[in-house]
């Protein structure tokens, strides 16, 4: 850890220790600053000139301020933009793959793919007349775990907007990260699979109340799962009461016009 | 690793900016409950973010917010436990929104000297 001092008290990873306020001496502190006196070889009152600066900065502004500019920017195409979110394995790209497939040649839609694991995926998206962008998201540690604002700025510089009428965002799967960043997006959606466990809205309730639609997908497997949907549903309308819901299979293409409709006029 | 680390690299901005080439003794952030942070993974990042920067040595010391639930229809505000249905609790309405619990929010830093030759910028 080298010369950073994690406490071991809690102070740090509490949730239920709120009566650490700021500026509260610490008992650490001491040894602590004593200790950091010793490396800088002060040993005269390091405290001597320590003092609070009051800030009060939201870390997330730039972001936001970054997906606002995303968001006019597409605005000022009159396109539609869907940041699509799921677990790992829900058959996001299917369900990607099927819908390019039927709105082709009726709605001109762009991807911003963030979500590779394979050059395979990207061909799974091909061939449909849709735009292509897609994100490295595995530059630098830490970056592979959601979308921000400012790498969807650099992806839509791949995608021509004035030829567009949607941009569907496949973001990274993983049902924590993405819904803390906003990306410019008009609306955020998730695919969900019915082999996930019905209680996935309890465990990740952010996620599941950020969204306008929720694709429930696989149903093509109901019958050898002991899949409870009215359980499931219940754990939903507990977060998220106000949500669109799909049950659909992107394998068999059951139920993915009322998804396809929601797609493109939210009002459907 | 998951969004820790992104966080950590826009705090560590947010806080070079502020300290003016004093150095850092601790850092101080309000985080909302909702705002879903592992405290253990926001420290670990922490020292991986700020390492050999102006920044190293510097505590992060993180004040946890209750997700406070507010409702539309009978004004009820209440604390979200773990279950975290979102629900107004007094009248059952399902028009509620989060009145806390969202904050990341850095309020403030403690310096002390001036560095001199600052390491780098994180």
């Known amino acids: ?268 | 690793m998951v969004h820790e680390v992104s966080l950590c690299r826009a705090l560590a901005a947010s806080v070079t900016r502020a300290s003016k080439g004093r150095r850092v003794e601790a850092v101080h952030v309000d985080v909302g409950q909702l705002r879903q942070i592992v405290p253990d993974a926001m420290a670990h990042a922490w020292v991986f973010v700020v390492r050999n920067t102006s920044l190293d040595g510097a505590e992060l010391r993180l004040n946890p917010i209750p997700a406070v639930l507010a409702c539309d229809d009978c004004g009820a505000e209440i604390e979200l436990g773990p279950e975290l249905g979102f629900a107004c609790h007094a009248c059952g309405s399902a028009s509620t929104h989060v009145a806390s619990g969202e904050e990341f929010t850095l309020t403030a830093i403690d310096v002390s000297e001036d560095l001199g030759a600052v390491k780098g910028e994180p």
């Open chain 1, 1 to 268: 850890m080298g010369r950073f001092h994690r406490h071991d008290d809690g102070t740090v990873h509490s949730h239920d220790h709120d009566d650490h306020g700021h500026g509260h001496d610490h008992p650490h502190d001491h040894a602590h600053d004593e200790a950091l006196a010793e490396l800088i070889g002060d040993h005269s009152g390091y405290q001597t000139g320590r003092e609070r600066i009051e800030i009060l900065e939201d870390i997330y502004a730039e972001n936001d301020r970054l997906a606002e500019d995303n968001r006019t920017a597409l605005d000022a195409a009159g396109v539609r933009a869907i940041n699509l979110m799921s677990s790992p394995g829900s058959g996001k790209t299917t369900l990607l793959q099927r819908t390019l497939a039927q709105l082709e040649g009726t709605v001109r839609v762009g991807v911003i793919e963030g979500d590779i694991e394979t050059p395979l995926d990207a061909e799974r998206l091909n061939g449909f007349g849709a735009q292509i962008s897609l994100l490295n998201t595995g530059n630098g540690f830490g970056g592979e775990c959601h979308l921000d604002a400012p790498m969807i700025a650099t992806a839509m510089k791949g995608l021509d907007l004035s030829e567009l009428d949607l941009v569907i965002i496949e973001n990274v799967g993983n049902l924590v990260c993405p819904a803390e960043f906003e990306v410019g997006e008009h609306a955020k959606a998730m695919v969900y699979s019915i082999t996930e466990g019905e209680d996935k809205p309890l465990k990740y309730p952010v996620m599941f109340r950020s969204v306008e639609a929720i694709c429930i997908n696989k149903m093509d497997l109901a019958p050898y799962l002991d899949f409870d949907m009215e359980l499931f549903r219940r754990n939903l309308a507990a977060v998220n009461p106000t949500a669109r819901v799909f049950e659909l299979s992107a394998r068999t293409g059951e139920g993915v016009n009322e998804w396809i409709s929601w797609l493109t006029d939210p009002n459907s």
